[in-house]
T-cell receptor, first 118, second 113 residues
Framework: EPEVTQTPSHQVTQMGQEVILRCVPI?????FYWYRQILGQKVEFLVS????????KSEIFDDQFSVERPDGSNFTLKIRSTKLEDSAMYFC????????????????FGPGTRLTVT | KQEVTQIPAALSVPEGENLVLNCSFT??????LQWFRQDPGKGLTSLLL?????REQTSGRLNASLDKSSGRSTLYIAASQPGDSATYLC????????????FGTGTLLAVQP
């Protein structure tokens, strides 16, 4: 069964460093998302990406964040200068869109990358 | 602003019991609602998706209902098993260009053998 994959599973970085979190969405999906979950808190939407551009971003997604789909398979989240409060689990998700059969807007999540900023 | 609430926050039941998890949302203009399962330190597994035009969806021992007008959804788990122990999250989508999900805080379920 197709699945969303994410690498690395755990990333430790020092404050101020740049990190890139990588995701491979399900191959025929059209919509891509990043969410994050701070320990003990709700899962929060960060950004959505469709047709090679950001379709919506949350207030959390400020100038230190960026997303990219560098090729036909990968979807990345870059945090330019990490802060302690960026420590969280980051989830990538994808959904099919209208041309895919079935419940096309069902979102499928990856296993997450745990980011620890020290 | 859409707010999603889940009650109870935690639930412990003996194996074999049927149980109901509740989800409520403040804005009834949703596009769909998804129920997820999250195991400790793991990702989210989609269990069921209910479109706004639907009243319920079933998958195996799981049945989810949706009452848009009252802003409520329930997840019914029949004949619970210890393997059902996890956190259950509901999330609503408002549709539009992004279909982003807004999550509740979850219900932590423990099924005792």
């Amino acid at each position: 069964e197709p699945e969303v994959t994410q690498t690395p599973s755990h990333q430790v970085t020092q404050m101020g460093q740049e990190v890139i979190l990588r995701c491979v969405p399900i191959s025929n999906h059209l919509y891509f998302y990043w969410y994050r979950q701070i320990l003990g808190q709700k899962v929060e939407f960060l950004v959505s990406f469709y047709n090679n551009e950001i379709s919506e971003k949350s207030e959390i997604f400020d100038d230190q964040f960026s997303v990219e789909r560098p090729d036909g398979s990968n979807f990345t989240l870059k945090i330019r200068s990490t802060k302690l409060e960026d420590s969280a689990m980051y989830f990538c998700a994808s959904s099919g869109g209208p041309i895919v059969e079935g419940p096309s807007y069902e979102q499928y999540f990856g296993p997450g990358t745990r980011l620890t900023v020290t | 602003k859409q707010e999603v609430t889940q009650i109870p926050a935690a639930l412990s039941v003996p194996e074999g019991e049927n149980l109901v998890l509740n989800c409520s949302f403040t804005d009834s203009a949703i596009y769909n609602l998804q129920w997820f399962r999250q195991d400790p330190g793991k990702g989210l597994t989609s269990l069921l998706l209910i479109q706004s035009s639907q009243r319920e969806q079933t998958s195996g021992r799981l049945n989810a209902s949706l009452d848009k007008s009252s802003g409520r959804s329930t997840l019914y788990i029949a004949a619970s098993q210890p393997g059902d122990s996890a956190t259950y999250l509901c999330a609503v989508s408002l549709g539009g260009a992004t279909n982003k999900l807004i999550f509740g805080t979850g219900t932590l379920l423990a099924v005792q053998p």
